[in-house]
């Protein structure tokens, strides 16, 4: 059985503060030996990680300078929490991610009590490691993808499909992504499209897709 991968499972697995970390993780370790991307996933996957990882990193420093002029203990990781969120709101990076980043660094040094200055070195030295923990994931990722080589306009060759597709509602570049899938599974045989966008896998659960080189949509979750 091979598996045609959408990009939010990559990221989710990458991005370990993700909100379908988790799920990806366990179907990408699962499934080693029969994932597929195209060259437009791995760069849509490329450039959604550098941005993400711009956005964390935007994120750390300002929590960081935050953390240096903060002069108050913390009774408990809630209160950190708070001091933290309350005060990145310019910082685009989603909530979501925002607090799994702060519960990471509160666990990872088992803290109880928040001192002030020993939270403040504590963080430092969290920041300073933080890009190797997603760079490693990217890396490891890289070993397990095979490549489906089709460049990154294979669409325009199936272009009435995209087309057609593009009229049930599906965006782009979603409309590339499943005709790169299709091309897949007319070289390696049928393939399981997965991704973690359940109104999409919905939508396309909705028409007939028999035209399709894809046995089956599947929803992450």
Known sequence: MLFFTDTNI???YTVVHDRWHDPSK???????DALFWSNLVHYEYCR????????VDSFLEAS????????????NYYEFEGYILNRTDMCRLDYFKKRKILEHFWEKYDLNEGISGIISLKFSIFVKDFDKLYYRRYSSLNDI???????????????????????????NPDCKIITDAHDCGLKHGNVIFVSADGKLIEKMMEHDTSFLRIMEFRSLN
């Open 64 to 75: 960081e300078d935050l953390l240096i002029e903060n002069q108050k203990d913390f009774v």
């Open 145 to 171: 993808m095979n490549l489906h080589d089709c460049g990154l306009d294979n669409y325009t060759r199936f272009l009435d499909y995209a087309k057609r597709l593009k009229k049930w509602g599906v965006h």
């Open 26 to 32: 366990e179907f990408i370790e699962n499934h080693e």
């Open 10 to 12: 990559a990221l989710g």
């Open 48 to 55: 959604k990680l550098d941005w993400i990882i711009d956005e």
